[in-house]
């Protein structure tokens, strides 16, 4: 799975993550409030007291309001740092495409003090931290990817389940004998009428479905079984119909589709899977209730003498998306019987108290936890620091105290310089920042900026934006590589079988002469932020990246550290493999080094034969 697309799920995921977390503690209320009410809220309104519970977990977005209930229950509160995890995909997908490359190099370099190094902060998703920040990003996600596949699996379980038990009721449907007998369609004609339904509804009988049922909701069919059919009086057989047709008049088999999806995407929670079971009880329970609505008052002791009939021809309750019937547990006989008993036609009508707790419920479960100003802005920037249980420490034996301390440092300064700014200072700031970054995205031009306080910019006087151009063609690549000056990487003649070309990249110096005249064309202009185009001719780092279908092999060339290695000619780096997976790497002594990494186990000499015959100098 790409990048892109696994961070696209992830977001999904944690959409689908808090949906649940919200609607788990409306599903609680709702229950509350049907005991609470048990005696005074109508059939009707029990059944659609369930709509928030839906539009829920439907709602891709909610406004904000300080009287949202998630205020004071939020999914935050309760697993804190997994809401932010699932809530931020990009991170994810950051860190991905920083660690498939061999070498990454950083656009903004880190200071140092005491010690310590700090990583600066990433204004640019084209600015890629140092290794040991992104794998532990990787580490510190991999629960969230683990119950991520987890979910997914289930997700494709229940959907091909979904499948199958379709496919199984069509069959049974495509089996059963259409009811043609003048009689018995006088007798069903007659009942759809009486609901006002217009749609074509098929009369059939079958013994593969154990009916009475409706089927379908395009083209919908009425479902009884030929031995319950030949223990039935015409009147039985009437107040049965009546119940299908309510269904179909009310929807209802389009409500269970939905209800169905729902319940698939959130098959993990057993308050959803409890809720649904309950809203298909009060779904009967409402649906009786529309039949007993046109039927004549004298009809309800032979309505529940008729289910209680039909009941004993049924061995289990059957609940699936695509059928709704007259069906029930012995359990349930009881609250459906006494809805029967006390039923009043002028209670089916609109009901105050229905409406009320239908709308207050909404009003302070529909919308979202009101966050304030500084949450914003937390979660939109990528600080370098938060709180302790947020920081990422570096791999290796490091003073983690002092990093902290490091952190804090930087986070202060700049709290500090920003609060020294003019208004005029600080707008400048802003309005150049961003002309620069769209003339960057617009032209792919790349610009060095000045910092006059540096502190805002986590220590540093320079930054950069632009200068790195991705390619998805080989063509493409090598038509601008070949434009370059100095040594480029080029496809090898001696590729292993199989592999192909995946991507390309070229990213612009932050080396060299222009550096020092930047900073000093900066000093001079004494503007608070200084932007200079800069025009470069030689690549400081080019990586091209293969694949076979299932493993990848990335060729760099990257601009030499000079207080880095020592070594020379071709060597194996000592980091661990999770960083430079199966690399080896060339310094012919100049002012580049070349490496090449695979996934697969390929011979360190026939890794050095193709890294040579990659480098074209």
């Known amino acids: 799975m790409s990048p892109t697309l696994q961070a696209n799920v992830l977001s999904v995921f944690g959409w689908v993550i808090r949906g649940s977390f919200m609607a788990g503690i409306l599903v609680l209320l709702v229950l509350i409030v049907q005991f609470l009410f048990k005696n005074k809220l109508e059939a009707r309104w029990k ?35 997994f809401h932010q995890k699932a809530q931020d995909p990009t991170a994810f997908k950051n860190a991905v495409i920083a660690g498939e490359t061999a070498v990454q190099r950083n656009r903004t370099l880190s200071p140092e ?4 190094t700090v990583p600066a902060s990433s204004h640019e998703p084209g600015s890629v931290q140092k290794s040991g920040f992104w794998w532990s990003e990787i580490k510190n996600m991999s629960f969230i990817h683990m119950l991520l596949a987890v979910w997914l699996a289930g997700v494709l379980f229940f959907s091909a389940k979904t499948v199958f038990d379709q496919n199984r009721l069509k069959q049974a449907l495509r089996a059963g004998r259409t009811i043609d007998t003048p009689f018995l369609s006088a007798v069903f004609q007659e009942t759809k009428h009486l609901f006002g339904i217009k749609r074509n509804v098929r009369f059939v009988a079958s013994e593969r479905i154990p009916g009475p049922a409706v089927v379908g909701f ?84 032979a309505y529940g003498q008729t289910i ?15 059928l709704a019937g007259l069906s029930a547990t012995h359990k349930e006989m009881k609250r459906r019987l006494m809805m029967i008993r006390h039923f009043n036609k002028k209670s089916y009508r609109l009901s105050i108290l229905g409406m009320g707790m ?11 936890a009101k966050e304030s100003a500084p949450q914003k802005l937390q979660q ?84 950069y934006w632009g200068g790195i151009e991705e390619f998805s063609a080989y063509e493409d690549y090598l038509k601008r590589a070949s434009a370059l000056e100095g040594s480029i990487l080029r496809q090898p003649a001696n590729l292993p079988e199989g592999y192909k070309f995946l991507s390309a990249t070229i990213e612009g110096p932050t080396k060299g002469k222009f ?24 690549a400081a ?18 601009t030499k550290d000079p207080e880095g290695s020592k070594k020379e000619g071709f060597f194996n780096d000592t980091l661990p493999e999770h960083i430079y997976p199966k690399s080896v790497f060339w310094y012919d002594g100049g002012k580049y080094e070349y490496g090449v990494s695979a996934t697969s186990d390929i011979p360190r000499k026939e890794k050095i034969e193709i890294l040579k015959a990659a480098v074209k100098k």
Not at 241 to 247: I, V
Not at 358 to 368: E, K, Q
Not at 383 to 390: F, G, Y
């Open 308 to 322: 209680i009939h039909v009941l004993e021809h049924l061995s289990v309750s059957h609940y699936r998306p695509g």
């Open 47 to 81: 059944y659609l007291i369930w709509l928030p519970v839906a539009i829920r977990l439907l709602l891709p977005w909610a406004p904000e309001s300080s009287l949202s209930l998630y205020n004071v229950l939020s999914l935050e509160a309760i697993a804190p740092g």
């Open 380 to 463: 939109n920037s990528k600080v370098a620091v938060d709180k302790e249980n947020d920081i990422i420490y570096p791999e290796g034996n490091i003073d983690r105290e002092l990093y902290k301390k490091e952190l804090e440092k930087i986070q202060k300064k700049a709290e500090a310089a920003a609060k020294a700014l003019t208004p005029e200072e600080k707008k400048y700031i802003e309005d150049e920042t961003n002309r620069v970054k769209e003339l960057s995205k617009e032209t792919g031009d790349m610009y060095v900026l000045y910092h006059k306080y540096k502190d805002l910019n986590s220590g540093l006087d320079l930054s």
């Open 218 to 301: 395009l083209k919908p069919a009425v479902v009884i079984s030929p031995s319950l059919l030949v223990t039935l009086q015409k009147d039985q057989l009437q107040l049965i119909l009546a119940h299908e047709f309510a269904h179909i008049r009310r929807r209802d088999v389009a409500v269970n589709w939905m209800m169905h999806m729902i319940l698939i995407l959130h098959w993990f929670n057993p308050l959803l899977w409890f809720a649904i079971h309950r809203a298909r009880q009060d779904q009967e329970i409402a649906c009786d209730a529309c039949a007993l609505d046109r039927m004549r008052p004298q009809q309800k002791n």
């Open 515 to 538: 550096v020092d005249e930047v900073k000093a064309e900066g000093k001079k202009s004494g503007k608070p932020i200084y932007a200079k185009k800069i025009e470069w001719k030689e």
């Open 358 to 368: 239908i709308l207050a419920l909404g009003s302070v479960t529909l919308v979202n």
């Open 541 to 558: 780092d080019i990586r091209l990246k293969y694949t076979n279908g299932k493993d990848t092999l990335t060729f760099s060339k990257y």
């Open 113 to 116: 003090s005491n010690g310590a």
